[in-house]
């Protein structure tokens, strides 16, 4: 079996601040992990993906993602939030021949 | 390269009528799979399929149908429908693997479906 989990609902912070938002996975064998954002009445946008390599990942519009195997988290991250960042996260989890599983999002918000 | 197609966008349905969400994609992808999105639970998986001709259940099957004809196609069907499945669906296709790794998943834009 495979899930995720999304501890946080919503996470706020200022612009020009850096931002986190935390996820936690567990499966057996080895994790691929994703995350996704979703703005308002759209689809979901890939960011970023963890197969294998360094763990530090660095995705789309200056996001990036630790990888960490002896705390299963997968946390992600941006030095400096925009505005413009403010939607719905999701981090995801496929292992093999699975589909992706989803955890249940963390909305961000970042105020001017 | 229109990507993966879901139709319709938005629709309203009877409780116990039956309807087809549509999903193709143009990408040439193995696989595709299909999702509902409920506030504060996520996406979860309805059905998936691994290639043409081959299907299997997700989190959450019971009162969907699909068939994997081909492999730019695969329809969801509602076979009754309920107000429980008052939702968004999303249809999302990936390569599957490519030398030997996972590929991300690309998403439709949803449909959003009320049953009354």
């Known amino acids: 079996a495979q899930s995720v989990a999304q501890p946080e609902d919503q996470v706020n912070v200022a612009e020009g601040n850096p931002l986190t938002v935390k996820c936690t996975y567990s499966?057996?064998?080895?994790?691929?992990l994703f995350w996704y954002v979703q703005y308002p009445n759209r689809g979901l946008q890939f960011l970023l993906k963890?197969?294998?390599?360094?763990?530090l990942v660095k995705g789309s519009y200056g996001f990036e993602a630790e990888f960490n195997k002896s705390q299963t988290s997968f946390h992600l991250k941006k030095p400096s939030a925009l505005v413009s960042d403010s939607a719905l996260y999701f981090c995801?989890?496929?292992?093999?021949?699975?589909?992706?599983?989803f955890g249940s999002g963390t909305r961000l918000q970042v105020q001017p | 390269n229109a990507g993966v197609t879901q139709t319709p966008k938005f629709q309203v349905l009877k409780t116990g009528q039956s309807m087809t969400l549509q999903c193709a994609q143009d990408?040439?992808?193995?696989?595709m799979s299909w999702y509902r999105q409920d506030p504060g639970m996520g996406l979860r998986l309805i059905h998936y399929?691994?290639?043409?001709?081959?299907?299997d259940q997700g989190e959450v099957p019971n009162g969907y149908n699909v068939s994997r004809s081909t492999t730019e196609d695969f329809p969801l069907r509602l076979l009754s429908a309920a107000p429980s499945q008052t939702s968004v669906y999303f249809c999302?296709?990936?390569?599957?693997?490519?030398?030997?790794?996972?590929?991300?998943?690309?998403f439709g834009q949803g449909t959003r479906l009320t049953v009354v």
């Open positions: 999302a296709s990936s390569y599957g693997t490519v030398g030997g790794r996972n590929t991300e998943a690309f």
């Open positions: 499966v057996s064998g080895n994790p691929y």
């Open positions: 963890y197969i294998t390599g360094d763990n």
């Open positions: 995801a989890v496929k292992t093999g021949r699975r589909a992706l599983t």
């Open positions: 990408m040439n992808h193995e696989y």
């Open positions: 399929s691994v290639g043409a001709g081959i299907t």
